[in-house]
């Protein structure tokens, strides 16, 4: 009982505690909880009307679309490795698709528009789809030269078995480009619904616009009444900037008309950024003329051609074979010493540009093959060397003896298909030597003519059926050396541009004293992660991280540290943050937007000054009296282009309408265009031969308003209803 009045009597107290452990249970729960979320929100790369797209995903997106272009490469010729440049157009292009597909399935949502399996099962049968272009090169209709359904779904059937023979006779080569095909199918298949969802919107977007009889006349009239003007302009630009004087009212007046061009969807920055190039000094280029010089004498005095130029480390390896002077079109350098040079000579040491490199070349050999061959092979089939030879003559033999081809590589199990081979297939740099033997060989085999090439890989039996497109081939030794820069470069560089740092510290002494030191600033108003140009043009973790900086610690006023960064680690970079700008309008008095309003205010004050100084303007000749006027002539001018007056320079949409309605022999009266104010007479009109069909003109004009709408409306939901996040910089 003492122990129940006991309880009873702190009973307060005992609720006051539950209370309190029950909360820090609930608060526990939701802190975590927010732990969960911001960890999930970090792995965030953008987000569009809600839907967010994660790290893992875009990389994805990214790899899938890596692995087409180095395909695409690949078949052309190229060794398929994107440089560090043309994987971060991958990452832009990944990142407009998700743009692009998460606006138009917000729309097609609310519209209650989607694909279905049907559509997809009959796009891939009529196989006309852009999607499935690539996946052509796979599955072709001989007939139509469309893509095929039934051999990919012949493929995908067969897709197991077929890996399990290529591992089973151990084809690595064979697993690899079965298992490519199947990775390439599984991202066109996706490509293929987005891109069928995108017709479907914009097919129903563009039946909401149509045309008329009158204004389809209107349009054609447009392009195809030409005529000939004498013309006469005062340029904006004869008139003195001192004159002019611009006023915080003029610029608000500005401000409410062009609004809408100060919009941002996110955050921005204005920035000054010093961006310095480091590049080889006078005694790096010396040390690597000296020893380029070297290579040149080894090959002069006929050394190893092929350890010359590997010891070398040239940016060209060595193929002991002729080629194309296709094969070297990526140096023009080259391409333009190989006709004036003697088989046998070595060209002396010399500093290319282009390409920022020290070279020598030798020209080894030079001589007239097919660009292309038609041909089959019979392989032998034996292990040992010496038996192999054997049996690879006896099935020449047989050959030369009247025998079937076909029949003897039945005999043997294999094929009797002939193929064409031409010198963009194979053709490349640091080829192996077997590869350069067979190649030779087969390229010196005449038409209808057999021969076994053999070496200590095989032996076949290759028979040319036919040769085309004779051309000359060089063989060639390059030793091309890239211009780096040394480390104590790099370091003098380093040590120069922290003694500017350190003395000074602040944005305005910054910009005062760069341009003494030799150091410019790039101003880059209004930056946002949309930009990204830092982190894409120079490259390197080091821009990633000064963009990181620029967007989640910097206030207004700082100064980045020094960081170093770009692709070849060849960039040092300072950041001063002179502004940060929050999402929605720029004010009227914001830096950027001040001087662009200055500028328009200034222009048509000048256009009013320009209207005065001309009112008694009447002719061509009365034109010419005034100071700073332009002449010209016009010849062809329609409606549908806009002229550009030689001395303006500017594109005049009002004056072509002023030229379409001026009759011939008449003057036109002042025009106030964008750049200047003109004055006219019509001296000739024709026509062009075209003849007008209504229903094609009508046609044209509402695919034209529809395509324009489109894009306007797109702009329009992107900036202001999306909601867009862009974090790219963060990863």
Known sequence: MA???SIRSKGALLVGALGLALFAFIAEEFFRSLETTSNMDRNIVGEVYGEKLNIQ??????DEQSEVAKMQMRMQGQDGTLNDQQTEQIREQVWQQFVQKSMIEHECDKLGLFVTDGEVQEALRQGDAQSLQMMTMFFRNQQTGRFDLQSLQDFMKNYNKTIAQAQQAQNAEAVEQIQMVKKLWDYTEKQLRDELLSNKFSMLFAMGFVSNPIA??????ERNIQKNVEIAALPYSAIDDKGIQVSDDDLKKAYDEFKDNFYSPVETRDIKLID?????????????????????QQLQNGGDVANIVRSSNSAAQYSNLALSKQAFQSMPDVVAALDSMAVGSVKPTYYNAQDNTINTIKLIGKEEAPDSILYRQIASTKADPAERKAQADSILKALNAGASFAELAKKYGQPSDSVWISSNQYESFGMQEESTSYLSQLYKIGAHSAQVISNDQGAAVVQVLDRKKMVTKYNVAIVKCPLNFSKKTYEDELSRFNRFLAQNKDVASIEKNAAKSGYMITDLPGYSPLQNVIA????????????RWIFDEAKAGE??????????GDHLIVACVTATNDKGYLPWDNKQVKDFLTQVVKQQKKAEKAMAMAKNVKTVSDMQKLKGNVIATLTNQTMAGYPTVNGVNVPEPKLAGAIAKTAVNKFSGLVQGAGAVYVFKVTAQNKTADKFNAQA?????????GQRAYQATFNYLLLHNSNMKDRRYEF
């Open 536 to 547: 894409s043009r120079i490259g390197g973790s080091g821009a990633k991280d000064c963009a």
């Open 57 to 62: 995903d875009f990389q994805q997106m990214v």
């Open 216 to 221: 389809a006349k209107e349009n054609f009239d």
């Open 559 to 568: 100064v980045s540290k020094l960081y170093e960064c770009g692709r070849n």
């Open 276 to 296: 310095v190039n480091v590049v080889a000094s006078a005694s790096d280029r010396a040390e690597l003329t000296k020893k380029v010089q070297g290579f040149q």
């Open 697 to 705: 003109e009508m046609a044209q004009i509402a695919q034209m308003n």
């Open 3 to 5: 122990a129940l009045q």
